[in-house]
């Protein structure tokens, strides 16, 4: 199979300029334009080859390769003594522990001290709220903020402008977040990182695409663990838009089912009757891997699928569980259903290994959380910061040890 890499590319990322942590005013910095921008980016370019990457993939394999101008600037001097706040989707999969121990390494480096919380699971959106609160209240030097839900925090986000306190958010961005409340943005793609997702799967199921027909129709499953955080529904829409793209280039007429939210944000799709091609999104009631694979038993048990992706850890596993009752997953389209994933973790790497996945797309959240505190601490420094782009990249059962990937291949 061809391999692509996902080079994330923000456009035109606003840098600012800030003076103050901690009761400082931080009413004149703009706000970090990545939430939107991450939808921005043709899958063409998110899936350039590895070796117009390879600067940016060393980065994310070696966090002290890419902290460098950071580390020069803010531990000048010695310990800097920042407190700073971190608040996390949860602490239900390896993906955020990854992540802080990316904090760590940062605390370890700069001389600050981090407190990291996280709700029970994803669903707790109003614990996270509340987390959030709280950590507004304690007025730390600033707040790193990955939210479960983004509309969520809008009030919180004002709280925290009102206080003074600079908010950089990761993993996913605020797209309405109130103007100067958050000073950067770092995320993957993932509008782009989707996207990647379905060119890598389509090559294998396109000739059963090809012939499908009105009377005898192929589906594609989707599942999504939410349709409330920003990353998940660009992600999700990403694999949805560049699939029909796809599937609609070899003729064939595309209908969205599902979840409500992903039906309505598919453009010109086609009626359900008279397509050849049904994408069916999958969205459980809670964001854990056993409600993920409930959906996925779902879509998996009906005769027409042919292929299904997990868009993230936990919903990549749930296609994992729901497999480990149906036994339909193959790497073969002629002996079964194609899984693709999202993320990494230990099942999901022995689905890619064992051949239940073809692949999928990694990230690097041990390096979202290094330099979600990197970036604290340049604004408390009175640096002037911006956007932080994260690279993520396709990976198989032949690529997993390869040195760009396997340091992003937490478990």
Request: aromatic share 4%.
């Amino acid at each position: 199979m061809k391999k692509k890499a996902l080079a994330i590319l923000l456009g035109a990322a606003m840098v600012l300029s800030m003076t103050a942590c901690g009761g400082g005013s931080s009413s004149e910095a703009p706000k970090s334009d990545a939430g939107s921008a991450a939808g921005t980016s043709s899958a063409a370019e998110a899936s350039a080859a590895p070796e117009a990457s390879s600067g940016a993939a060393e980065a994310s394999a070696a966090p002290e390769a890419s902290s460098g101008a950071a580390e020069a600037s803010s531990t000048e001097g010695g310990n800097k003594g920042y407190n700073f706040q971190m608040i996390v989707k949860s602490f239900q999969s390896t993906y955020w522990q990854a992540a802080i121990q990316g904090v760590e390494q940062a605390k370890a480096e700069l001389g600050v001290e981090v407190e990291a919380n996280g709700p029970a699971t994803e669903s707790d959106i109003a614990d996270q709220v509340q987390m959030l609160d709280n950590a507004i209240e304690k007025k730390p030097d600033g707040i790193a903020l990955a939210a479960c839900d983004t509309n969520s925090v809008l009030d919180s986000l004002a709280k925290a402008q009102q206080a003074g306190i600079p908010v950089v958010c990761f993993d996913t961005g605020v797209a309405d977040a109130p103007e100067g409340s958050v000073y950067a943005t770092i995320a993957t793609d993932n509008a782009a990182a989707g996207a990647v997702a379905a060119e890598n799967m389509f090559p294998v199921i396109e000739e059963k695409i090809t012939a499908a027909t009105a009377d005898a129709k192929v589906r594609i499953g989707e599942i999504n663990q939410d349709a409330t955080a920003l990353n998940i529904q660009q992600r999700g829409q990403g694999f949805i838009n560049k699939m029909k793209e796809l599937c609609e280039g070899a003729g064939k007429k595309v209908a969205v089912v599902g979840n409500e939210f992903y039906v309505n944000a598919t453009e010109n799709a086609a009626a359900e009757a008279e397509a050849e091609v049904i994408i069916e999104v999958g969205v459980p009631a809670q964001t854990t891997p056993e409600q993920c694979s409930t959906e996925a038993q779902k879509i998996m048990s009906k005769e027409d699928t042919i292929a299904i992706f997990g868009s993230n850890q936990t919903s990549a596993e749930g296609v994992i569980g729901a497999n480990q009752t149906l036994n339909k997953l193959s790497t073969d389209p002629s002996q079964g259903i194609i899984g693709a994933g999202f993320d990494a973790g230990t099942p999901q790497k022995e689905a890619i290994t064992n051949g239940q996945f073809i692949g999928a797309v990694t990230q690097s959240p041990l390096m979202m959380g290094y330099e979600a505190v990197v970036t604290l601490a340049k604004i408390c420094d009175g640096e002037s910061v911006a956007d932080v782009p994260m690279d993520g990249y396709w990976y198989t059962a032949e690529t997993m040890n390869d040195d760009n990937i396997a340091p992003n291949l937490y478990d």
